[in-house]
């Protein structure tokens, strides 16, 4: 559910915004939206710590 919800705002983001940082993890460091969707889109554990960051902050 929250991925759907990120590649919903992701896909409805102007292309200059996915390069701007969203979320800053103690682990990685800044990660911008393309970062994001990368890591979102491969299942990675980094992208299922993007996604509860980013439910966190209420942005997606």
């Known amino acids: ?6 590649l919903k705002v ?5 292309l200059n ?4 940082i969203i979320a ?6 800044p990660i911008s939206w393309d970062v994001a969707y990368l890591e979102i889109q491969n299942k990675t554990k980094i992208g299922d710590m ?3 960051k980013l439910e966190k902050l209420r942005i997606i």
């Open 10 to 14: 992701y896909a409805n983001l102007p």
């Open 1 to 6: 559910m929250l991925r759907e919800r990120f």
């Open 17 to 20: 915004i996915r390069k701007e």
């Open 50 to 52: 993007i996604l509860k």
């Open 24 to 29: 800053v993890l103690d682990k990685t460091g």
